[in-house]
């Protein structure tokens, strides 16, 4: 676990501040799944209240970075094997759906166009991690968005702070799985009003990814 302490900070805002401050900590690798997060050791560093803390590691629990261990213990998050399948078999389920339904819209080339900026956002030369992570998820939000379906964005958005964690768990293995060109098929598959072939290869891209980040997992 680093034990470098996190930024202070001023009397503004306080629990957003904190709660951004130890959310970057986490998805940015700084604490690593299993990581204990103490409220003191915490409350500490960011200059803040315990109970200021307490309020932010809550809602990280809410989203899935943080969950308790013995004896009530908040530790980052992390997920079994298994539980990685599951989390990409549901992934599967909701973009094959915006997949569907963005096939289906008289707006599909408007979401083309959308989809392909998003593209140019997912680098492949090597990058920092947070930045990889988040056009990667970024791309596939903007996906569900574009779906026009507000309940699939709200579950998308409800798994994705697990989704960081699985790509969190093996860190150095990911960068091929947020690539360009591993994207850029479905984009192609929409354009051209091929549903079948867009479901087959969402499917087959959360199946690799869930496979990719299982042994990940496995394997820390």
Known sequence: MSTEPLASLDRSTLRERALDSVRSAIVSGQYRPGDHLSEVELA???GVSRGTVREALRHLQQEGLVSAGNRGMLRVSSLTPVEVRELFQVRAALEGMAVRAIIASPRRQDAVRALRAALEQLSEEAEDLPARVDADLAFHLQLCRLSGNSMLVESWRHLEG?????????????????ARDRHAPIV???EGADEAAALRIVDEHMTSAAEHFAGATGSA
């Open 44 to 46: 500490g560093s960011l």
């Open 162 to 178: 697990r989704m960081r964690v699985a790509i969190l768990n093996g860190a150095a293995w990911q960068a091929p799985m947020m």
């Open 188 to 190: 192609d598959a929409i």
